[in-house]
């Protein structure tokens, strides 16, 4: 999301060439004539598409607060959207969000629909690992069950065993809930799961502690309550997503990352968004 009059300054910020490669043809024609452009894993690809194009597009779901989702005006923002503008910032480039439900966001970035993800991905099976890389964590939280006031079967992750469970099937919360032997009820996202929780479609639901307190805190009237979660030793890092193969993409935002640490940024954004510094384990 560069304007051309950037381009040369991000070239030189991020790249020791800026020529087009086929690659980057390859993706512009499959733009023109409406078919997926392939992923981006050759190293340096993404540095130089940024910096041709002048864009970085991020995809995001736009609708899991505080993470990603429209303030009342209209805007997206969240915690994840406002650390990939700092990020972007750093870089001396603009960002655009895509947004994209959860089930096709990885399959989006793989088929080149996007450059990266920001939407609170830990990475947490050897598949995804082999396919992505994640960038330096900006917060750390751990997995969450809520069900409704009057459940009295759960006590531990074992319980929901044959108990429904309404959960995004791509998901690592889906994952869990699957190898914990409960019965998937398929949902788009959070917000769904949690209002079929309420209208007993689902028994429960698996999701971030960190969102499932907010959503907590703003509506205490939900009829939910919390019946399990991690212990603090269980915590997972989300960072942004890239195809592998871009290493030098990757070190770029890692050393981002690592300025906001230093400087203060991940932590005053942390406290904006939760009223406590996540961004250490």
């Not at 020529?19 to 981006?40: E, F, K, M, R, V």
């Not at 439900?101 to 993800?117: E, H, N, P, S, V």
């Not at 409704?148 to 065993?161: G, M, N, P």
């Not at 788009?188 to 209002?195: E, K, P, R, S, V």
């Amino acid at each position: 999301m560069l304007k051309h009059t950037l381009a040369l300054s991000v070239c030189a910020l991020l790249l020791s060439a800026c020529g087009q490669q086929p690659q980057q043809q390859t993706a512009a024609a499959s733009a023109a004539s409406g078919t997926p452009a392939p992923a981006a894993n050759p190293d340096g690809s993404l540095m130089e598409r940024i910096s041709s194009k002048g864009t970085i597009t991020v995809g995001t779901e736009g609708t899991y607060a505080p993470f990603t989702y429209h303030d009342k005006d209209g805007k997206l923002t969240g915690y994840d959207v406002e650390v990939t503008r700092a990020v972007a910032n750093k870089l001396g480039v603009k960002v655009e969000f895509r947004e994209t439900q959860w089930d096709a966001m990885l399959a989006g970035l793989k088929g080149g629909r996007f450059d990266m993800i920001a939407n609170q991905v830990a990475l947490t099976t050897p598949e995804r690992q082999a396919t992505f890389d994640k960038s330096e964590p900006y917060n750390w939280s751990g997995p969450m069950m809520l069900a409704r006031a009057d459940e009295t079967r759960i006590k531990t992750l074992d319980d929901i065993k044959g108990l429904n469970a309404a959960q995004t099937l791509s998901s690592n919360y889906g994952e869990m809930a699957v190898a914990a032997q409960a019965k998937i009820v398929p949902v788009d996202g959070m917000a769904q799961a949690l209002l079929l929780v309420q209208q007993r479609r689902a028994d429960l639901t698996l999701n971030d502690s960190l969102a499932l307190l907010d959503y907590l805190k703003k509506t205490p009237d939900s009829g939910l309550k919390v019946v399990w979660q991690a212990a603090g030793d269980k915590k997972v890092g989300a960072g942004l997503v890239l195809n592998k193969g871009n290493t030098e993409a990757l070190e770029k935002i890692n050393q981002a990352m690592r300025e906001l640490h230093q400087d203060g940024t991940l932590k005053k954004l942390s406290e904006e968004f939760f009223g406590a510094d996540v961004t250490v384990k």
